[in-house]
């Protein structure tokens, strides 16, 4: 599991803050706080999502296996040489 604070770069940070406005404008001035006038969160709430969030992925047991899913699979078996005489079965 991998967690991120969104990254508001170009149109989208004008959209998004102008939907938060309008939808929930009692956030509209923290998220202003965290984002300054960039794209991406300041430092320290970026350590401080981290040090919220860390104790909750050990404890479920979502950061265990991190490798596991980049495993490569294995690739299915390839079908048999078509027959001179095919068959339905």
């Known amino acids: 599991m991998t967690v ?8 989208t940070r004008g959209w ?6 309008q939808e929930h404008p009692a ?7 965290i984002y300054g006038r960039g794209a ?9 999502l981290k040090d ?8 479920y047991g979502l ?12 690739a299915p078996p390839r079908p048999a040489a078509e027959s001179a005489d095919p068959t339905l079965f």
Do not use: C, N
């Not at 998004?16 to 406005?21: A, D």
């Not at 956030?27 to 706080?33: A, E, G, K, N, V």
């Not at 991406?40 to 401080?48: G, L, R």
């Open 4 to 11: 991120l604070p969104m990254h508001l770069r170009g149109a």
């Open 16 to 21: 998004f803050l102008s939907w938060l406005g």
């Open 27 to 33: 956030l509209i001035r923290r998220y202003r706080q």
């Open 40 to 48: 991406y969160v300041s430092p320290e709430y970026k350590t401080w």
């Open 52 to 59: 919220r969030v860390d104790p909750l992925v050990s404890r």
């Open 63 to 74: 950061g265990a296996r991190v490798a596991e899913h980049r495993r490569p699979v294995a």
